[in-house]
């Protein structure tokens, strides 16, 4: 029988692998070289950081992290050392979209404009900001991409450069991975230098690393006034954020963006399976069994007198409040990692039902394209 050890806070994971493999659930700060002596596999959270000091001289042959980005593992000391190492690309993107969605509904509303009158400049658009720029589209605003890579092989006509995002964009949106070295490096992408460049009054929106954004540099230009605003998720030194950039940033949460509960039961199938089949057990498609409820939650929406714009806010807002994230994040930010592990329940579009009351087609059909079922 193999030897797992897994991170306590990964979630669904209790049960599903113990009949086929002893399993130790730890927190993931305590997960430490002795702890690993032994151990044929060790799933994970972005708070293990798996390098060299920590893997070199134990018997795993196996890591699975239940998380898109994959910054905290040296794959090159597992590539070198025949250790398989595998995420879940986009497992949770679908809840960014969630997130990204409140964000956008939530400054428009206070600011007074309207999504459909903005440009939306999306930095990375992966199977995160595809889910975003489909989003963007759905709610008619205009929307300019920036992903290298990805220019690189289909060619520069659908892309723009940073610099033309920076300067063109009213929202600026960042969903790439951390890189720290090589062509594509992402630390500290978002800097001074590009910080003067932004249009006057823009927001920005880092629900990437926080290690994307330079953290002095945001302070500094926040200061300045040149922005409209910052939304931040995801802070340099987490959970050691900064206490200023809190204060200044106009919406700020604990690292939550990708923490609905489909998001998560979807990250978690991905590493069971994956783990399954490198060890050959005989689990297959496994996916949690407690996640979706026995009904879709239904809930009904009046459209009389209200923008297409209004309609979409109230069907958002009532899957997700970024307002009580918002509010008990900054009531106690040394919670941090306690705010992530404690997370309440938040489904996705998807798993709602909308009763729309005199609705039109054209507001039906936006938010059929965002996931939600209408009933009409």
């Given at each position: 029988?193999?030897?797992?050890?897994?991170?306590?806070?990964?979630?669904?994971?209790?049960?599903?692998?113990?009949?086929?493999?002893?399993?130790?659930?730890?927190?993931?700060?305590?997960?430490?070289?002795?702890?690993?002596?032994?151990?044929?596999?060790?799933?994970?959270?972005?708070?293990?950081?798996?390098?060299?000091?920590?893997?070199?001289?134990?018997?795993?042959?196996?890591?699975?992290?239940?998380?898109?980005?994959?910054d905290h593992i040296d794959t090159g000391f597992c590539d070198n050392n025949n250790i398989e190492w595998t995420n879940a690309p986009g497992c949770n993107s679908s809840s960014v979209q969630q997130y990204i969605a409140a964000t956008l509904l939530k400054i428009a509303h206070e600011s007074?404009?309207?999504?459909?009158d903005k440009t939306i400049g999306i930095i990375g658009v992966g199977k995160v900001g595809s889910k975003v720029e489909k989003l963007a589209r759905a709610l008619g605003m205009k929307v300019l991409l920036n992903d290298p890579p990805r220019a690189r092989v289909e060619g520069e006509a659908n892309f723009h450069s940073l610099?033309?995002?920076?300067?063109?964009?009213?929202?600026?949106?960042?969903?790439?991975?951390?890189?720290?070295?090589?062509?594509d490096c992402?630390?500290?992408?978002?800097?001074?230098?590009?910080?003067?460049?932004?249009?006057?009054?823009?927001?920005?929106?880092?629900?990437?690393?926080?290690?994307?954004t330079d953290t002095t540099a945001l302070k500094k230009a926040l200061a300045s006034g040149k922005f409209g605003g910052a939304i931040i998720d995801v802070w340099e030194n987490e959970p050691d954020i900064d206490l200023n950039l809190l204060?200044?940033?106009?919406?700020?949460?604990?690292?939550?963006?990708?923490?609905?509960?489909?998001g998560k039961a979807n990250g978690t199938s991905m590493v069971v399976n994956s783990l399954c089949k490198h060890f050959n057990l005989p689990v297959?498609?496994?996916?949690?069994?407690?996640?979706?409820?026995?009904?879709?939650?239904?809930?009904?929406?009046?459209?009389?007198?209200k923008s297409d714009e209004d309609i979409i806010r109230e069907a958002v807002f009532h899957t997700y409040d970024i307002n009580a994230d918002d509010s008990k994040f900054r009531s106690s930010p040394s919670d941090f990692e306690k705010q992530r592990?404690?997370?309440?329940?938040?489904?996705?579009?998807?798993?709602?039902r909308i009763n729309l009351i005199n609705g039109t087609g054209a507001v039906r059909k936006i938010l059929e394209e965002l996931g939600f079922k209408v009933i009409v």
């Open positions: 029988m193999i030897k797992i050890i897994a991170d306590d806070k990964i979630p669904f994971l209790k049960g599903a692998l113990e009949p086929f493999a002893d399993v130790v659930y730890l927190p993931g700060k305590e997960i430490s070289k002795e702890v690993l002596k032994g151990a044929d596999a060790l799933l994970i959270r972005t708070r293990t950081k798996c390098t060299e000091n920590l893997l070199k001289g134990t018997t795993v042959r196996f890591i699975g992290t239940a998380t898109i980005g994959f007074g404009f309207k999504l459909s610099a033309t995002i920076l300067f063109q964009s009213d929202i600026i949106t960042v969903h790439v991975p951390l890189n720290v070295v090589g062509e992402t630390y500290h992408l978002m800097n001074e230098k590009y910080f003067k460049k932004i249009n006057k009054g823009a927001f920005l929106i880092n629900s990437s690393r926080g290690e994307v204060k200044k940033v106009s919406i700020a949460t604990p690292h939550i963006a990708g923490y609905s509960t489909d297959k498609d496994w996916y949690p069994e407690n996640v979706s409820p026995p009904t879709i939650p239904e809930f009904t929406i009046d459209a009389k007198g592990g404690d997370y309440p329940l938040r489904r996705e579009f998807t798993s709602y």
